[in-house]
């Protein structure tokens, strides 16, 4: 058995690193860690997707229906990846949306209302982080990875402890960055 | 030994250094790129690594590696393969001294390449081995056995990934560099008769191919990692064949009290032949799961023909599987089902009152000097007759609205030769090929000779952002630094073009606007072949100075900003132009664009 996790948002976001995190602190549990990335053209400014399964899978990929957990860095991407999320999994989702460039010269457009009221009325264990307050409040708007994978800690049962994430954090991010992240982490205790 | 939490790519590099390489080269695509990378990070000082200006360059310096004894892998994506052909389909016939394997990945889907071509067949093709692992921990150890092989029988041998394996990461053993093998080259012995080659010396080496490919067939049925693992459940009279990833798909999604029999083939060429004929005994049908060409279903199909088993061989070319793309768990575990006359896994539908998404294609950076060049070469030519003839890097993305400025593009370093095919045809229009800095040295250059040479007249325009920006910033002859860590002369883009005999060549910055669109106009005035250099470091690499703002008061609401340059940086609320400033770095072209001043505070790189 494993734990699914799909991680999503648009290149350039930080998923990869969140889920180096999960990895890396499922791993130092002793648990076995499978993930995928999306690595190349679609990282420059497309959506992005990393599945992480911990624990015994023959295979690096989950199947959609299956995903016991999605954390999303962008809400229409969240939508986007929903299919894979098992009746009863969770989402954390961040609700700043990233409008892209496509839907100012004749794309779809984004209307980010709808979005976040079909997460609401979908999922019936959604987590949703205010980015623009989290950024506000921690002073830089490159922490929201782990601003989302401390309120999934919290929200389900990843079998991972804040303490777990922050030996990873301590592990894979240069000490100048700790105590951002270490803030980062417990943002949404107060939220929970 | 010990535990990391690797990807497949480095996974490759580790289990080569651990298997003693001396010597490896490649040249950056996705998905193989890692591979030279991780070798270059984890290397002791005596293996030599290089990113070469291309794939056949590369496959060169491996083979002439090899040919003195070294133990030598080259990396490379699929269609860096094509590039490399030329040497391998010789090499093949002359051989090696020293083990050589040749990394290439695959590319299902395909995720970030222009083919779906399929290196299995194209080991078949060139009558060499070829090893195909399902998982990264495999993917580990068979390197190692990839060089005992090629070292064994002389001969350089596939080592063929797919992105989901590249890409994939997994927690697994490997050797502490402590461990790894120490391999001495003996140095190169002087022999004509083995190694320069002639039509007599093919002949007599292809008949030993042969021979051997033979007898690999009959060895590779007993290699341990292609097997047949039972089937479940009584009177059970299928079966499955299938390798790479895709194993991973059929094991994830086989079940319950009724399985197939499973064949999984890690070597598909030489095919192992007399294991698939016990697989398929007592079988009625199989299906074959496979991603790119029906490789092994071909394979199966023959081998029922020739050894004549009354087995039905489903799979690509009967419409079991998809003949095209990406396979993905839940499309193999719905066509094992179907298979198996069993019930799918349900996966939800796609659900009707899901709202419409936003369309995230990939994008030129904000701040990308590739969009300034764009935009100033098509306020330059506006009106005017034109093909904009572009090439492989991340300026493809130029295609994109609102820029709309690459009309063709083809592979490496084709555009130059495009641009000169469609002025011969037709002489009125305004040729124009654009063409990136890493990938003007890896094919650019003759092709402009070949322009210069045949009286084309057409303009070259190269973007120098002095990288290789597509692929994760690898250095190139331009950059002045070695993949060794050594800072060595640069190649000067402008003084091999004027050798060649360019004399119209300019270089400018594509930031300052007006300089761009005036230098653009007189260059593409001039008669033959003339090139503009536009120089502008990749964003991603500098650090921003200062950015740009609207002012709200002084904004009109006019869009232009937007729906001329399309930077992702650029949004529009409750109608003022904002700029996001997490995206931001103050390249200025907004600035210059607003017909009223109402941007300001950028400080261009």
Redesign the interface.
């Known amino acids: 058995m494993s734990y699914d996790i799909i991680l999503c948002g648009v290149g350039g976001q930080g998923t990869i690193l969140a889920s180096k995190l999960l990895a890396n602190a499922s791993m130092d549990r002793g648990l076995a860690v499978k993930t995928a990335e999306t690595i190349g053209m679609a990282q420059r400014g497309g959506s992005v997707f990393s599945h992480v399964r911990i624990g015994e899978a023959s295979c690096p990929l989950i199947g959609r229906g299956r995903a016991d957990l999605i954390i999303a860095f962008e809400p229409a991407e969240a939508v986007r990846q929903l299919a894979f999320l098992r009746p009863g999994g969770t989402v954390v989702t961040s609700n700043r949306p990233i409008v892209p460039a496509s839907a100012m010269v004749g794309g779809p457009a984004y209307d980010v209302k709808t979005v976040m009221d079909y997460l609401r009325a979908k999922v019936e264990h959604l987590v949703v982080v205010d980015a623009d307050a989290a950024a506000r409040d921690l002073g830089s708007a490159k922490c929201l990875n782990v601003v989302l994978l401390g309120a999934a800690s919290r929200a389900c049962e990843l079998g991972l402890s804040e303490q777990d994430l922050l030996a990873a954090i301590h592990k894979l991010l240069p000490q100048k960055l700790w105590e951002l992240n270490e803030r980062a982490l417990a943002y949404t205790t107060k939220n929970d | 030994m010990h ?1 990391e ?1 690797l990807m497949g790519n480095e996974a490759i590099a580790l289990g080569a250094l651990a298997a003693g390489v001396n010597v490896v080269a490649g040249y950056p695509g ?2 193989s790129t890692e591979v030279l990378e991780t070798v270059a990070k984890r290397r002791t000082d005596d293996v030599y690594v290089e990113w070469s200006i291309n794939e056949k360059a590369a496959m060169e310096v491996a083979a002439g590696a090899a040919y003195a004894g070294a133990r030598a892998m080259v990396t490379m994506k699929q269609v860096g393969l094509n590039v490399a052909s030329d040497p391998l389909m010789s090499l093949e016939y002359i051989g090696v001294k020293g083990g050589m394997v040749v990394m290439v990945a695959d590319d299902p889907g395909p ?2 390449s222009q083919t779906e071509q399929d290196t299995r067949t194209f080991a078949q093709f060139s009558k060499l081995p070829c090893f195909d692992p399902s998982s ?1 921990a495999e993917a580990y150890e068979m390197v190692r056995e990839a060089f005992e092989l090629s070292e064994r029988l002389g001969t350089p041998v596939f080592f063929r990934a797919t992105t ?1 394996v590249d ?5 697994i053993q490997v050797a502490d560099p402590a461990e790894w093998r120490h391999n001495s080259p003996e140095g190169f012995v002087k022999d004509p008769s083995r190694w320069v080659i002639f039509p007599r010396l093919s002949v007599v080496n292809h008949a030993k191919i042969e021979a051997r490919n033979a007898q690999l067939s009959q060895d590779f049925s007993s290699y341990e990692r292609n097997f047949i693992t039972s089937e479940v459940g009584e009177g059970v009279r299928r079966g499955v064949a299938t390798h790479g ?1 895709n194993y ?2 059929v ?2 999604n086989l079940s319950g009290a009724c399985q197939p029999r499973v064949l999984r083939v890690a070597t598909p060429f030489p095919f192992p032949e007399q294991l698939a004929v016990e697989f398929l005994k007592g079988l009625e049908e199989v299906l074959c799961v496979e991603e790119l060409d029906p490789f092994i279903e071909r394979q199966l199909t023959y081998v029922c023909g020739k050894y004549g088993l009354d087995v039905r061989i489903r799979g690509k070319l009967t419409g079991d599987i998809a003949p095209s793309g990406e396979n ?3 499309s193999v ?1 719905a066509a094992l089902a179907t298979f198996m006359g069993t019930e799918p ?4 539908a ?2 009707p ?13 904000a701040g990308c000097p590739h969009r300034a060049s764009f935009y100033a070469v098509k306020c330059a030519m506006k009106g005017k007759k034109t093909i904009f003839c572009g090439d492989i890097g ?1 300026y493809t ?1 130029g295609n ?3 820029l709309d400025m690459v009309d063709t593009c083809l592979c490496m370093g084709a555009g130059v030769n495009i641009a000169q095919g469609v002025f011969h045809t037709e002489p009125d229009t305004a040729c124009f090929a654009f063409v990136g800095d890493s990938t003007f040295f890896a094919s650019g250059i003759t092709g402009t000779i070949n322009a210069f040479y045949n009286q084309a007249n057409m303009t070259l325009v190269v973007l120098d952002n002095s990288t290789t920006a ?2 994760g910033h690898q250095p190139h002859p331009g950059t002045g630094r070695t993949m060794m860590g050594e800072v060595v002369a640069k190649v000067n883009i402008e003084a091999v073009l004027r050798g060649i005999g360019l004399t119209v060549v300019e270089t400018v910055d594509p930031l300052d606007h007006k300089l761009a669109v005036e230098t653009v106009r007189r260059v593409a005035a001039e008669p033959g072949v003339k090139a503009i250099i536009f120089k502008s470091p990749c964003v991603v690499l500098a650090k921003p100075q200062a950015k740009s703002h609207v002012d709200a008061s002084a904004c009109i609401g006019c ?1 232009r900003c ?2 001329e340059l ?3 940086g ?3 609320v409750d109608g003022k132009a904002v700029i996001d400033q ?1 995206q931001c770095t103050g390249c200025t072209l907004c600035e210059q664009v607003c017909p009223v001043g109402a941007i300001s505070g950028g400080e261009r790189l």
């Open positions: 535990t939490f996705t998905p995720i970030s990264v989901r890409h994939g990461y997994e927690s990833i991973a798909y094991s994830e993905t768990v839940e575990g896994v349900a996966t939800p796609p659900d009152e899901a709202p419409t998404l936003p369309i995230r294609p990939p994008v030129l950076c991340c993305l994109a609205a609102p597509m692929t869009r937007i729906k399309g930077c992702p650029l949004t529009f997490t």
